[in-house]
């Protein structure tokens, strides 16, 4: 399809620096059946492994024109490829693009996502290989592959956690869910499509919707923590904290358990949560799409660890540890005082059920 | 979302066999936050480049529930994709899938589009290494990546053909065109949702629309001409022979002048045209999606090559050559006598433009 091709050429043709493209191994770019990549240069070449994942935001499923402006939507669907990579120690290198555009979307519109998207593939360095773009007959698709390489058997997968490890997350859990809230209840005033950032500014929620729209994944952290040798499991928090430790429980075959007085709560996320009435624990287990990562270290090194992150101005929580027993995740109730205070409650399985419910 | 890990688990867990995943280089598969996978063992190891691609498909814009049954959805998808690799001169290794499927699908209907997939998959030695099953508001859509390695610098382009070389086709083209003329029509007269293959049987067409539903890539024989090392210049004919003949004829600034009388008409799609009143030069140039290779190669090596491929059952097609001059593509007149005989007219850039036109 001519049209195609020339709108390709469009938004992806040279955007970006031909430094970026040579230093992740690319050999040719977009333009033909298909990319050439090889090992990148600082991957410890032909040593090193490769990584593969994908993951796809559908209109009125994953978010709506409320929710998210087109750029937002382009910077997510990257985003949390790269989370992926991350959440494997990897680092991430080329990425693939499917959009599937409305019909009556505006060239403008289009333009907007890939300016997102670019934007997040400069922020990780992400070389942008390929790209199908295509009609949809009604709603927004956008599915992106991300590449990336990690030391040859140094992978972390979610299955390596043991007892007596640490239970650990690399930043705030539930904003995403929070501002998702947020933007929900906006959108009903008809604050509009999207709902400007400045509204949210006015609301004291900036912050949240941010976290929604812009997730920023852990990949530095990630790397650090990775060369230490001391992690365990590694698993990105795309479905919620619960969703994802039962993973890494699951996989590992441990019990996981967190303790409520040291899980991160976000301020904003906590005042917004008293003002609408809400749990921001719901949101902390249950909302999903923080993009921050949730795993286990050995316990000797759990402080250092802490302190190698902090050094460099990134964030890391010690939530929990592990367990020996049954599969399973549980929470200590130790958070308030009151009735009830240090009790122990099971945590349901249940993920993040995407947008709708 | 507990749903979808389930659901991909049921239908993706455990399909291949593990001596091709060992094969293909899979470390991880399908399950973590992203598959590892290195080099192949038979990928000329480190030395090796690796190829990138995606493609997708959406319902009615690609396709619709008349002409294609969900398996066909699946091999297609892929196939597109493996066609790619192809014509890059390479091997296709892993693919990652997104699939987003609309919520009134009933299960059997998901499980049989991933079964058309694995068949492809399991035909071509491919390894399915990512999934992200979505759920969709209305229509389906299918988004393929597939990864493939060539030896390092042997990838084929586009931009190598030079005056004097001969351009071939590595099978018929605008079967698959002819195909989809007559499913339409098929589905109008109420045939079917699909339109069964016993219709078309019946009405001697099935050839064409397996050409559409089930198209064959031309893997191993882009290995045997990319061997040889006369091959100038490759591209898989996903959107007809004029569109493709005039990618290459920009990216090498050739002419491509083609010889009508050398074009492989099939005798089911030129039968299927007579009785149609259609035009079958029509479906050849523009009508798109047959899948086979257009490339270019030098003179001298042309007959050999095309007894080399013949030797293996492989079809090869010499159907004119690079000229020098602007960049564009010429047909030279000359299949039937009778006046404006062997007069030579642009082919228009024009491709496909997709299913509903």
């Known amino acids: 399809m001519l049209d195609e091709f020339a709108r390709i050429r469009l938004w992806t043709g040279e955007r970006q620096r031909s ?174 499509h999207p709902v400007p950032l400045a509204a949210a500014e006015a609301d004291g929620t900036a912050v949240l919707v941010a976290a929604h729209r812009r997730p920023v994944p852990s990949v530095r952290a990630a790397r650090m923590l990775a060369a230490r040798g001391t992690l365990t499991s590694l698993n990105d928090v795309s479905d919620g904290l619960a969703s994802e430790a039962w993973e890494i429980a699951e996989a590992s075959g441990v019990s996981i358990v967190l303790r409520e007085s040291q899980l991160p709560y976000s301020g904003s996320m906590t005042a917004y949560a008293h003002r609408s009435g809400a749990d921001p624990l719901e949101w902390m287990l249950y909302g999903g799409e923080d993009y921050v990562l949730l795993g286990t270290i050995r316990q000797e090194d759990a402080d250092a660890a802490k302190a190698a992150l902090a050094a460099e101005g990134l964030p890391m929580y010690i939530i929990g540890e592990a367990a020996a027993g049954d599969a399973g995740v549980a929470l200590i109730r130790d958070r308030q005082a009151g009735g009830g205070a240090g009790r122990r409650e099971a945590i349901a399985k249940r993920g993040y059920n995407h947008f709708n419910g």
């Open 19 to 192: 430094a970026l493209l040579r230093q992740q191994g690319v050999v040719l770019g977009i333009g033909d059946d298909a990319a050439v990549v090889e090992m990148p240069p600082d991957a410890a070449g032909g040593a090193a492994q490769w990584l593969l994942a994908v993951d796809t935001m559908v209109e009125t499923v994953h978010f709506n024109d409320a929710t998210m402006g087109e750029a937002d939507v382009g910077w997510k669907a990257l985003a949390a490829n790269v989370s992926d990579i991350a959440a494997m120690g990897g680092v991430p290198r080329h990425a693939l693009v499917s959009v599937s555009v409305p019909k009556k979307w505006e060239p403008a519109r289009i333009g907007r996502l890939y300016d997102g998207l670019y934007a997040c593939a400069d922020q990780y360095g992400v070389a942008i290989v390929g790209g199908d773009t295509t009609s949809s007959p009604a709603h927004l698709v956008v599915a992106v592959t991300v590449t990336g390489t990690v030391e040859a058997g140094a992978a972390i997968s979610r299955a390596g956690a043991a007892p007596g490890d640490a239970v650990f997350v690399t930043g705030p859990v539930g904003m995403s869910g929070a501002g998702l809230h947020w933007l929900l209840a906006a959108a009903m005033r008809g604050a509009g």
